[in-house]
C-alpha cells in the first residue's frame, strides 16, 4: 500500500440544517437546531414518550425528478442528492468508470420500505407489494444506485457499522485509494428511519431524549441535565482523491484526510467500553497512519450523542490518549444542532470538520447549560478560533456493536 496523500475536492449534504453543505454549515455557525415536533399524530396514535426529531430541512423527493425518485428508497434519495451535490463541487471528474469508486454507508438501510411493504400485503395481499421492494429497501441500495449514477466499475462497497458506518466507510476509501483500487472514491453515508418504530424502540433502550416541550434544546452534549439524544436523518457525500490526480485536473482542494482507525470493543452490544480503550485505539491507529502524534491535533469533532453514559465515556477515551491536554483543545459536538442521522453522522461530521479546518473555525456547540464536571471538554457555544498554522483534527464516532471509527484531516 503506497502513502499517497489523500485529499477532499468536493462535499455534499442534505441536513436537517439545510439542503446543501453550505447551508448546513452556514446554519451550524449561527447556532441554528434541526429539530422540531413532528407534524404527524404518531405520539399520540401510538402512545410514543418522543414527538420531535431533526428531519431534513429538504425532502429529497423534491430535489430528484420524480421518476427516479419513485425507485429509490428515502435513505437512498438523500444519498444521491447528496453525491449529486458533492460530484458537482468537485467540477464533475474525468475519471475511467473502473477507476472510480463508491464507499458507502448506512446503520439500517431501507426502512420505510420494508415496514411500508409489511403494511402493504396486511392490507392489501402479496400482489399489491412492489416489485422494486427488495432493491430499494437493502442496505446496499444507496452504493449501488450511487454507482449506476456515475457509473462507478471500480467498486461499491457498504459498511454497516451503526453509528459508525460512514467514518468506517471514509477510512475504507483511504485505504483503498492508496491500495491503486480507484483514483477517485465516493464516500459517504445516509440515514432516514425517523419512523414510529425507530422512535418507540430507541425510547424503550432511555436513549431518546423526552424534551417534547423544547425540541430545540433537547440535544445537550456534555451538558450537566443532558438526557438522551434527538434522532436525525440525512445524507453526507465526500468526494476523495489522491493529491496527484487532483492536481493533475485542477481540482480544488478543501483538506486532506490523513489517517482513520477502525476498531472494536468487544465490551457490549449497545453500551460502549467506560475505559475507552477501543475508541483510544481508534484515536491512535487514525494519528499512527497521518504519522502525527496526540500533540499535533487542534481540533475534535466529537461523537458526543448527548447521552448520559456516552458523554463521559468518549471523555476517558480521550482523556487516555491526549493527557490533559484534552481540556485544551477546541471540542465541538455537532449532533447539539443537527441531531443523531445514525449511518449518516461520521460522514456529515467529517464535512464538518473539514469545513472547520478550512474557515479556521471550531463551529459552536448549541444548549450548553451546566457543563458536566465529568465532560470538561473546551467546549463553547460560540465558534472557537483555530489558528493560522498548520490544523490536524479528528472526527470520532461510535456504533452500537462497540464499532469505533477515527478519520484524521489535514489543513492545506
Avoid at 472494536?264 to 467506560?274: F, G, R
Avoid at 475534535?300 to 491526549?322: M, R
Avoid at 442521522?341 to 464535512?351: F, Q, R, S, Y
Wanted: one cysteine or more; proline letters at 6%; glycine letters at 10%.
Amino acid at each position: 500500500m503506497s502513502n499517497s496523500r489523500i485529499v477532499v475536492t468536493g462535499i455534499g449534504a442534505s441536513s436537517p440544517l439545510g439542503g446543501t453543505a453550505p447551508e448546513s454549515w452556514s446554519a451550524l455557525l449561527a447556532g441554528e437546531s434541526g429539530a422540531h415536533t413532528l407534524e404527524n399524530d404518531w405520539a399520540e396514535r401510538y402512545g410514543l414518550p418522543v414527538s420531535f426529531a431533526a428531519e431534513a430541512k429538504v425532502r429529497p423527493d423534491t430535489v430528484l425528478d420524480r421518476p427516479v425518485a419513485k425507485r429509490l428508497d428515502p435513505s437512498s434519495q438523500f444519498a444521491l442528492v447528496a453525491a449529486i451535490e458533492a460530484w458537482e463541487d468537485a467540477g464533475a471528474p474525468d475519471v475511467e468508470p473502473e477507476r472510480l469508486g463508491v464507499d458507502f454507508a448506512t446503520g439500517i438501510g431501507g426502512l420505510w420500505t420494508l415496514l411500508d411493504g409489511w403494511d402493504t400485503l396486511r392490507e392489501k395481499g402479496p400482489r399489491r407489494v412492489l416489485p422494486m421492494t427488495v432493491p430499494m429497501l437493502m442496505p446496499n441500495a444507496a452504493a449501488g444506485n450511487l454507482s449506476l449514477h456515475f457509473n462507478a466499475r471500480a467498486y461499491a462497497r457498504t459498511v454497516a457499522s451503526a453509528c459508525a458506518s460512514s467514518t468506517e466507510s471514509i477510512v475504507n476509501a483511504i485505504e483503498h485509494l492508496r491500495s491503486g483500487l480507484a483514483d477517485v472514491v465516493i464516500a459517504g453515508g445516509t440515514e432516514s428511519v425517523i419512523h414510529p418504530v425507530t422512535i418507540a424502540a430507541f425510547s424503550s433502550m432511555q436513549a431518546l431524549s423526552r424534551r417534547n416541550d423544547s425540541p430545540e434544546t433537547a440535544s445537550r452534549p456534555g451538558s450537566v441535565d443532558r438526557d438522551g439524544f434527538v434522532m436525525g436523518e440525512g445524507a453526507a457525500v465526500l468526494i476523495l482523491e489522491t493529491e496527484e490526480h487532483a492536481k493533475a485536473r485542477g481540482a480544488k482542494i478543501y483538506a486532506a484526510v490523513v489517517g482513520g482507525g477502525v476498531t472494536a470493543d468487544s465490551y457490549h452490544i449497545t453500551a460502549n467500553d467506560p475505559e475507552g480503550t477501543g475508541a483510544a485505539r481508534a484515536v491512535r491507529l487514525a494519528l499512527e497512519m497521518a504519522d502525527a502524534s496526540p500533540d499535533d491535533v487542534t481540533h475534535i469533532n466529537a461523537h458526543a450523542t448527548s447521552t448520559p453514559v456516552g458523554d463521559p465515556n468518549e471523555y476517558v477515551a480521550l482523556k487516555s490518549v491526549f493527557g490533559a491536554r484534552i481540556d485544551d483543545i477546541p471540542v465541538s459536538a455537532t449532533k447539539a444542532s443537527t441531531g443523531h442521522l445514525l449511518g449518516g453522522t461520521g460522514a456529515l461530521e467529517a464535512i464538518f470538520t473539514v469545513l472547520a479546518l478550512r474557515e479556521r473555525t471550531a463551529p459552536p456547540t448549541i444548549n450548553i447549560t451546566t457543563q458536566d464536571p465529568e465532560v470538561p471538554f473546551r467546549i463553547s457555544g460560540d465558534g472557537q478560533p483555530l489558528g493560522d498554522g498548520q490544523q490536524l483534527a479528528i472526527s470520532n464516532s461510535f456504533g452500537f456493536g462497540g464499532h469505533n471509527a477515527v478519520a484524521a484531516f489535514a489543513s492545506v
